[in-house]
């Protein structure tokens, strides 16, 4: 029979093993549902430059999502948006050698999609600054409400510019970035997405 300390320590244990397994697990969703995000912003990249989509574009694929998946909240025209900016900010992550040569355009699929909301919101037209937000949210476990902050207060002009190459990394598990990943409402509407497409399969 184990003694009372040791029990406690086992308990213990088994917390941190089952945390960490949900960060893991958390990272997985994130990551999954930021590569639709991204695929989907391609093609309604290339879709919206044909000129007979016209200016209901957005409006029509909303709607249409919308139908197919009415639970699901992440097909509003303002997302749809965003996952075209997610696209144009970084064409070079569809590049799966590239992926294997460099960490930097792997780093984007490990943040949440409401951190990169932000970041789009104030580098819309410069992936470098970008990217510098998304790796010293990696770097730093960076609540969104950090990464405000340090948007508003041009953190990149102050720091530098370069972007230094870091290996990849599991957010603490007690940290707020790994906080935000487990609690964020796009997980949960991807997961309710993913269920929508096995339940008609």
Known sequence: MKTNKEYKKWIEEISLRFRKSQ???ALKVNSDMLRFYW???KDISEMSKKTEY???????VSEDLKERFPNVKS?????????????????????????????KT????????????????????NPNRAM?????????NWSRAVLMNFLDTDFYEREGKALTNFSEVLPDYQGDLAQA????????????????????N
């Open 132 to 140: 510098f937000y998304v790796r010293k949210t990696l770097e730093n």
């Open 75 to 103: 097909f509003s025209v303002t997302n749809l948006k965003y996952m075209r900016y997610f696209y144009e900010m970084y064409p070079e992550a569809g590049n799966r050698q590239q992926l294997a040569d460099d960490f």
């Open 181 to 200: 990943i487990t609690r964020d409402p796009y997980n949960f509407d991807f997961l309710k997405f993913v269920r929508s497409i096995t339940k008609k």
């Open 39 to 41: 695929s989907l912003g």
């Open 23 to 25: 960060i893991k697990a």
């Open 54 to 60: 016209g200016k209901n574009f957005y409006k029509s």
């Open 106 to 125: 792997e780093w984007i699929f490990q943040i949440p999609w409401g951190h990169h909301m932000k970041i789009f919101d104030k580098c819309r037209d």
